[in-house]
């Protein structure tokens, strides 16, 4: 899964498989393509899967400047060009669920649904001002400094005692972020869902909305208001999940992902 990674013109890296109606995976800060692997599988039997490397992540170029939301936008223009993708599904993890939202607004031609999971909306003040806490932390101390509280948000109490192996994964991955370009990117969450908030009404293609009942920075009544902006959305609120849900419990998500996409992508 996602082992011949390819390049577009820019440098992004990224990786394709499958056949069908294509479906383009945005992952979350800090992590990378590989966030996929619980979803991969599953996805391929039906569809044409594509996922990449954010700017600033992976093995995708990290330049040394702050990062917009028009940049991601950008940069996932171009892989859709690239791959040759004219219409598309975009699900999006977190920092992707608002980059994903940002480009339906942006390019809705090329989006034929959206799926948005563990994303905010209209963080607070407060809510903002705990992630530059954060960004601040990662500046001085490196990607290693938020990790163990991150992770702590991330999953359950008993998945992490169950499933240790799983959560050094996360570790290692977030962990060996480029220590320069880390804060940088990291910036960008405190301001992503800025902007949306009122324009995702704007959004005419179906979307689900996914969150987990005890994300509590991506919580429940946020995925709910999302949902209720977008005309042609749902939502699903997974009992006992966190942040991390598409890995903590990928059978209910990928059910969910099936569901939907079978009913707005064409065969």
Not at 53 to 64: E, V
Not at 66 to 81: A, C, F, N
Not at 111 to 140: F, M
């Amino acid at each position: 899964m996602i082992d011949h990674t390819q390049r577009t013109a820019s440098g992004t890296c990224y990786c394709v498989e499958g056949g069908g109606a294509n479906v383009i995976l945005v992952h979350g800060l800090g992590l990378n393509q590989s966030m996929w692997r619980w979803q991969w599988d599953a996805l391929v039997a039906q569809y044409r899967v594509i996922a990449y490397d954010l700017l600033g992540h992976g093995d995708s170029p990290k330049p040394n400047r702050r990062y917009l939301m028009e940049h991601m936008v950008d940069q996932l223009d171009e892989l859709i060009d690239t791959v040759q993708a004219k219409s598309c599904a975009l699900l999006g993890f977190s920092l992707g669920g608002s980059i994903v939202q940002a480009y339906a607004l942006a390019h809705p031609e090329k989006v034929q649904a959206l799926v948005i999971l563990n994303a905010a909306h209209a963080r607070s003040q407060e809510q903002r001002e705990k992630i530059l806490l954060r960004v601040q932390q990662a500046k001085e101390q490196g990607p290693a400094a938020t990790i163990d509280d991150a992770l702590e948000r991330w999953f359950s109490a008993d998945f992490a005692a169950r499933e240790p192996q799983v959560l050094e994964q996360i570790r290692r991955w977030v962990t060996g972020n480029d220590p320069d370009i880390y804060p940088l990117v990291y910036r960008l969450l405190v301001e992503a869902d800025i902007g949306l908030e009122q324009a995702i009404t704007g959004i005419r293609c179906p979307a689900l909305v996914i969150t987990g009942a005890e994300d509590f920075g991506n919580s429940p009544e946020m995925a709910q208001t999302m949902a209720n902006l977008i005309p042609s959305a749902r939502v699903e609120i997974l009992a006992g999940l966190r942040h991390m849900a598409l890995v903590e419990n990928p059978a209910v998500v990928n059910r969910l992902l099936s569901d939907f996409l079978i009913d707005t992508l064409p065969t």
